[in-house]
């Protein structure tokens, strides 16, 4: 395995690995049940630019450590010192905004691999990830209107797109926790799968998509985020761009040479 070097600003309460065309973070408090604290939402995002910059990275998956839990939510024991007046507020706000921005915007498929609990800010996070497969042992939720919380439109837009506008009131008026199954129904997961077939089910969707021509997956990426904008907001001369990347690029020669050699294609995202 040929782990990554050091990212600056990366905190221990992440595991961060670099292997095989996967980009690994690990969300490592397990004793909290993965709580995410400002320390890791920094890392989050420092992690997410070398990965994007690191074109040997093709895949990247968001994991808890300790199988317990994917992520409970933030770190709410830091709330008095991170969280205390309106400029320290406006800051952590800030930090998380910017983690999540790049897990949802970098140009590479992100994979939330969901064991346990995947609760409040940890269900936002793993929303930010393009696929979320779960052990069928997994337990979801938002338990905002438990907390007297407000979410924010930019908040509760990717749950609403997700799931729809019936599913998305369901979860946040009642705040109660939901199965892996009533979430794979919900379309709020992707696969459901016994844990102990969680980690190969995984390693097989790395391994295929790290296969795939990054170029392809790159617009195909970016094209569906434009189509979910509102008409206005799309960008159609940057999809236009895209697909035509896709065509002017080496590894579209390399995929009709390999496919007329009838062997696998070794593409390199030029």
């Not at 979320?132 to 797109?161: C, M, N």
Request: contains cysteine.
């Amino acid at each position: 395995m040929n782990e990554t070097a050091a990212v600056e600003n990366v905190t221990e309460q992440l595991v961060i690995e670099k292997h095989d065309g996967l980009g690994y973070i690990g969300l490592n408090q397990p004793e909290k049940h993965n709580a995410i604290s400002y320390e890791m939402w920094q890392g989050i995002a420092a992690t997410m630019d070398d990965f994007e910059a690191d074109d040997a990275v093709r895949v990247i998956v968001l994991a808890g450590e300790g199988g317990k839990a994917f992520s409970a939510g933030a770190d709410i024991s830091q709330f008095e010192k991170k969280r205390g007046s309106a400029d320290a507020i406006e800051t952590y706000n800030a930090a998380v905004k910017l983690a999540q921005g790049k897990l949802t915007a970098v140009p590479k498929p992100t994979i939330a691999k969901i064991s346990g609990y995947c609760i409040g800010g940890g269900l936002g996070t793993a929303l930010c990830c393009d696929l979320r497969i779960a052990s069928e042992d997994s337990k979801f939720g938002i338990p905002a209107a438990k907390l007297g919380l407000g979410y924010s439109y930019h908040a509760l837009r990717p749950l609403v797109d997700l799931v729809g506008p019936s599913f998305a009131k369901e979860i946040l008026f009642t705040a109660r926790r939901f199965s892996a199954e009533e979430a794979c129904g919900m379309g709020l997961i992707n696969r459901v799968l016994p844990r102990v077939e969680l980690d190969s089910y995984i390693k097989d969707y790395t391994d295929t998509m790290a296969g795939n021509a990054p170029l392809t997956i790159k617009a195909c990426k970016q094209i569906v985020a434009e189509i979910v904008k509102d008409s206005e907001q799309r960008d159609l001369e940057l999809c236009q761009q895209l697909v035509d990347d896709c065509f002017g690029s080496d590894d579209y020669k390399e995929g009709r040479t390999a496919f007329m050699e009838k062997r696998k294609p070794q593409f390199r995202g030029k």
